[in-house]
């Protein structure tokens, strides 16, 4: 029933559930379902706890509000590749 080699992904019917509990949006009995899974299962607890290290790491990270940047990548040369690509397609 449970894995024991500590590698590897997530059970795939929990792995929705676990990043729900990493981000904080799992509540009452989903999330109490979760960790209880995860404290018996090496693969899942091993997954939320790197979730949780990233989501925090991601939470804690600066906000860089830089307006030249954005304005290169609004209006960078990915715009003409994309309407490129998508052209082809239209025409194929």
Do not use: I
């Amino acid at each position: 029933m449970f894995r024991h080699d500590p590698e590897g992904p997530p059970c795939s019917n929990m792995e929705n559930l676990l990043q729900q509990v990493a981000d904080g949006s799992a509540k009452g009995l989903k999330k109490w379902y979760a960790v209880a899974h995860a404290n018996r299962c090496t693969h899942c607890g091993n997954f939320l706890s790197r979730m949780t290290r990233t989501v925090s790491a991601l939470r804690s990270a600066q906000k860089v509000e830089d307006e030249e940047v954005f304005n290169r990548l609004l209006n960078g040369s990915w715009k003409t590749a994309v309407s490129e690509a998508t052209s082809d397609e239209k025409k194929a």
